[in-house]
């Protein structure tokens, strides 16, 4: 039973937990993401006339968190007779009324702010930059779609490079590009390097294997930032055959891009296999294991917050890249607006950013935040 504060008056517990959840979205009202956003910047009305900008941005939250279309829920809207009804291809062409660079230049710029009010400029910083795809079952001539490892039923892909604060708090993101069709990986990743490092401090950088080549490792070692990067079995490493863990120069060659010297560190498992990674300078491995446990404890986060803003992201079938930006990165906003409130400096955030009140389960936040935005619609 649940007793009123100050009285002797017993609640059941469904009065309970209608009780708890009328303050969690009280406290949801004071701390909106959608404020949060319009905070940052982020205005799709280039003109005051029609829809306000609340009122898009509210749907199109609605949609992420739910994971659903634009149109189902617009078409959910208008079954429950909300008070502004607005059509899915307003919206849509809403998100495209900017160009894929201006989109991406306002995006960075919101985490940029982000950044700004959470973060520590002066902090040597733990810096991940990973490669994500989302898949696309259409015509592989489309604009900016890529080849992609054959899963579920495709082989093509919007593939988005992003550049993230890897932290105890989580994954912060600070940066996203979409990779256009015939780009580099390779510039796409200079560019973000340059990027973050306006940023933050950059400490180390961590790069999985989806980075190997020459030309990297010798870019890698020219910019002079400390990197982590996980090592594919190549047939020069397997030939080493080592049975026990140790750190060790290594020549890589390229047909192609000539050849490079790196340090590489490699640590045996329990299954007696070895596991390679490529560092910037044998000053800073102390041990195997240290670089190993360092890569693996930080990277597992990275693939998780990855699957959540994936599976929190509203559905299209869109051929249009700045959908498929807009939708990805506003994904990435939210998450990361839920995410302030576990750093440590959540309170002056509050102040400046509007942030949401923090849950521990970001599921549980997306169902109270998609709820209260439903009913500021009706």
């Known amino acids: 039973m649940y007793y009123e504060k100050n009285t002797r008056r017993e609640y059941p517990m469904t009065a309970r937990v209608s009780l708890e959840i009328r303050r969690m979205l009280k406290?949801?009202?004071?701390?909106?993401?959608?404020?949060?956003?319009?905070?940052?910047?982020?205005?799709?009305k280039k003109k005051p006339r029609g829809y306000p900008n609340k009122t898009i941005l509210?749907?199109?939250?609605?949609?992420?968190?739910?994971?659903?279309?634009?149109?189902?829920?617009?078409?959910f809207l208008t079954q429950l007779n909300a008070r502004e009804k607005i059509s899915a291809d307003n919206l849509l062409r809403l998100m495209k009324s900017m160009t894929l660079d201006a989109l991406e230049r306002?995006?960075?710029?919101?985490?940029r702010k982000m950044v700004?009010?959470?973060?520590?400029?002066?902090?040597?910083?733990?810096?991940?930059?990973?490669?994500?795809?989302?898949?696309?079952?259409?015509?592989?001539?489309?604009?900016?779609?890529?080849?992609?490892?054959?899963?579920?039923?495709?082989?093509?892909?919007?593939?988005?490079?992003?550049?993230?604060?890897?932290?105890?708090y989580g994954k912060f993101i600070v940066y996203i590009h979409l990779l256009r069709k015939d780009e580099d990986l390779l510039d796409a990743l200079k560019t973000g390097i340059r990027h973050v490092r306006t940023i933050v401090?950059?400490?180390t950088i961590l790069l999985d294997r989806g980075f190997f080549s020459v030309k990297t490792l010798r870019m890698l070692l020219s910019m002079r930032h400390r990197f982590i990067m996980a090592l594919p079995q190549t047939e020069s490493l397997r030939k080493l055959n080592l049975t026990k863990s140790c750190i060790f120069r290594h020549r890589f060659k390229s047909k192609d891009h000539g050849s490079v010297i790196v340090w590489v560190v490699a640590r045996i498992d329990d299954k007696r296999n070895p596991i390679f990674y490529a560092v910037l300078s044998r000053k800073m491995v102390r041990k195997p294991s240290d670089t190993h446990w360092t890569y693996q404890k930080k990277r597992w986060r990275i693939e998780i917050n990855n699957k959540m803003i994936k599976l929190?992201?509203?559905?299209?079938?869109?051929?249009?890249?700045?959908i498929r930006l807009f939708l990805f990165a506003f994904s990435c906003l939210i998450y990361n607006s839920w995410l302030i409130s576990g750093f440590n400096m959540v309170k002056s955030a509050k102040k400046k950013l509007n942030a949401p009140i923090h849950y521990r389960y970001y599921s549980v936040w997306s169902i109270l935040v998609a709820f209260h935005a439903i009913l500021r619609l009706l």
């Not at 306002?106 to 985490?111: A, C, E, F, P, R």
Request: avoid cysteine.
């Open 312 to 322: 929190y992201k509203a559905r299209t079938s869109s051929r249009d890249p700045r």
């Open 201 to 203: 401090k950059i400490g």
């Open 116 to 168: 700004k009010h959470v973060w520590w400029k002066k902090r040597a910083t733990l810096i991940a930059f990973d490669i994500t795809d989302e898949l696309f079952y259409g015509n592989s001539k489309t604009k900016h779609v890529k080849a992609t490892k054959p899963r579920k039923g495709t082989s093509r892909a919007f593939r988005f490079l992003i550049g993230s604060i890897v932290s105890r």
């Open 27 to 44: 406290d949801i009202e004071k701390f909106s993401p959608i404020k949060t956003l319009e905070t940052l910047g982020l205005n799709l």
């Open 58 to 75: 509210s749907i199109i939250l609605i949609a992420t968190l739910l994971a659903r279309s634009i149109e189902s829920i617009v078409d």
């Open 106 to 111: 306002t995006v960075n710029d919101m985490l």
